[in-house]
């Protein structure tokens, strides 16, 4: 059964970022910078897994995913959910309930032994999946997701992520030219209008967030970490 909230896009993303603030999903320390996977130094740092261990919190994300998916994708446009391992598959599995369609999850790699599985749970070839993740920074994990399930005879034209960095250029020709269109419901800019209205930090660790959100390979680079991805 489809269970939908259609609440306009920008009191979706604030309402995001103040549940993400209180369950204490976000971190901002510049002082002392977080290394991502990449290797970039970054001020900010977000666990959006958090998100599982509060039932109501939870509960109205996976809502505005849904409002989401439905407003701007359509309302028959897919076949079943995907989510990625890990994060993104009890997100997949919370997202096919509420639109009431199968899910399926995608392995990193082939598990090795047995049938060799990427992809476990029934996907006939040409069904038309959304993948979904908890968030993406440039979209390079999302992108060996949908790769397996379109190598498989899966289709996949559109993304889902809890939350978008939205701050890399790389990011959005990545989708662009991968021919995926993304939908997201937060991005670290609302999440930093959030800790400024609420005075969450001082005035110097904000502008310090904000100038790696304008340029966040150089911050990187200026405080220990890579300069290009």
Not at 1 to 6: D, G, H, K, L, P
Not at 68 to 85: H, S
Not at 129 to 148: H, N, P, Q, R, Y
Request: aromatic content about 10%.
């Amino acid at each position: 059964m489809i269970q939908a909230t259609f609440t306009d896009r920008k009191v979706m993303a604030e309402l995001v970022a103040k549940m993400l603030w209180e369950i204490k999903a976000v971190h901002f320390n510049a002082s002392q910078p977080y290394k991502l996977s990449s290797g970039m130094a970054s001020p900010v740092y977000i666990d959006c897994r958090k998100l599982l261990s509060f039932p109501r919190v939870r509960s109205t994300v996976m809502d505005f995913a849904a409002s989401v998916v439905l407003r701007d994708a359509g309302f028959e446009k897919f076949d079943c959910i995907a989510g990625g391992e890990t994060a993104g598959i009890p997100f997949a599995a919370l997202l096919a309930d509420r639109l009431g369609l199968p899910m399926i999850y995608v392995r990193k790699q082939p598990k090795g032994h047995g049938r060799n599985a990427q992809i476990e749970g029934n996907m006939p070839e040409g069904s038309r999946v959304l993948v979904i993740e908890d968030l993406t920074t440039a979209g390079g994990s999302m992108f060996k997701f949908i790769d397996a399930i379109r190598a498989a005879g899966g289709i996949v034209d559109h993304g889902m992520a809890l939350f978008y960095y939205n701050i890399f250029d790389e990011g959005a020709l990545r989708f662009a030219d991968g021919k995926v269109k993304l939908h997201h419901i937060a991005t670290w800019r609302e999440v930093l209008a959030v800790a400024r209205e609420q005075k969450l930090f001082d005035e110097k660790t904000l502008s310090e967030v904000e100038a790696f959100l304008d340029a966040p390979l150089a911050w990187s680079g200026r405080n220990g970490g890579v300069s290009s991805l």
